[in-house]
């Protein structure tokens, strides 16, 4: 019982409803209103039911991502590849719909088992011979690209079949299925992180390691954990483009890595590990959507969009390290 104890207690602070805990989401929620509140002015069909659905939509796949991402993070980890991995998985899945002739949820699993390994490689590599993952994700950003590149030839791969369309362009009640899957990735991610054991451990892991291992949290399985399930995220959004886009490319998903974990590191998640939620990422994934979106409507350069996010990279880290600093002042 006093492991338990002492193992959650700070989970427990962590998740009270107090609002100095909260800045970071506040001021994101303000940023985000502030955009809404010019693009509305400034951007032409901005401020339209139709925009944002189309908003939510082409947000989904990054939204997804982002969810594992934050758990990632949070655990003190990183994964620079999920890009690669969109990339490779809706190729692959494109190969063995096209030219295998499998069906599509024998495509899909065959997909969803390699992102397991490759999660699991990652976590041994940094589990076992203590490699940064910063330094092996960066390498199978490049490995997992080049794969994608070499079982295609370079090749669009596809027409695919016409049922499978209803992956992006589908719709039930009312919302794109993108939309849907968006919404139950969230709400399971939050359920995980704020309402189960394994979720208060990546908190435990992230925050110091070596006190969580020695209050019994095994934390080489839950790094290992946390890694699959963010290449698993990526897969899913992989083979979700696959349906918008009605063919495989190994080039799909470039560069998606820098707006997932900009999007997280603007929601408040410590890039130091052991502080971050749900919540603030999904407003961080929308608030780099809307800046987008906004830039894109007002006929803006989409360079200047990239000179923009990483401005916002840079304020965030450095915000969170103000924070960091404060709390421990």
């Given amino acids: 019982m006093a492991t338990n104890v002492s193992v959650t207690a700070r989970q427990a602070n962590h998740h009270k409803l107090d609002l100095s805990s909260w800045r970071a989401e506040i001021g994101v929620a303000i940023a985000l209103a502030f955009l809404i509140a010019v693009f509305s002015f400034t951007a032409p069909n901005f ?5 944002f659905v189309t908003l939510m939509q082409q947000t989904s796949v990054i939204a997804i991502i982002a ?28 190969l063995l719909v096209v030219q295998a002739g499998l069906p599509m949820f024998v495509a899909c699993s065959a997909v969803l088992a390699l992102a397991a390994l490759v999660g699991c490689f990652t976590g041994m590599l940094r589990v076992v011979w203590a490699i940064p993952t910063f330094i092996t994700t ?9 794969t994608a590149f070499y079982i295609s030839e370079g090749l669009t791969i596809g027409p695919l079949p016409s049922s499978l369309a209803f992956i992006w362009y589908g719709h039930v009640l009312g919302l794109p299925v993108p939309v849907w899957a968006m919404l139950i990735v969230i709400a399971t991610g939050w359920i995980v992180l704020t309402q189960t054991r394994f979720g208060r451990h990546i908190y435990a892991v992230g925050g110091n390691a070596v006190t969580a291992s020695r209050y019994g949290v095994r934390v080489g399985s839950l790094r290992i954990a946390v890694l699959v399930i963010v290449q698993l995220l990526a897969a899913l959004a992989g ?14 998903g470039e560069l998606m890595e820098l707006d997932v974990i900009a999007a997280v590191i603007v929601g408040g998640t410590s890039l130091n590990g052991g502080a971050g939620r749900i919540i603030g990422t999904i407003l961080g994934v929308f ?3 809307v800046l987008r979106n906004g830039m894109v409507l007002n006929g803006l350069d989409p360079i200047i969009f990239l000179i ?7 304020l965030a880290v450095w915000w969170s390290m103000l924070r960091r600093q404060q709390s421990a002042g």
Wanted: net charge negative.
């Fill in 47 to 51: 401020f339209s039911p139709e925009n």
């Fill in 67 to 94: 969810v594992g991402m934050t758990m990632v993070i949070i655990a003190g980890e990183i994964d620079l590849s999920v890009g690669a991995m969109v990339g490779l998985s809706g190729t692959l899945f494109a």
């Fill in 138 to 146: 960066l390498g199978l950003l490049s490995a997992l690209r080049g």
């Fill in 239 to 252: 083979v979700m483009l696959v349906g918008r886009l009605n063919a495989g490319s190994a080039t799909v």
């Fill in 287 to 289: 608030f780099v959507a």
């Fill in 308 to 314: 923009a996010q990483g401005l916002v990279i840079i």
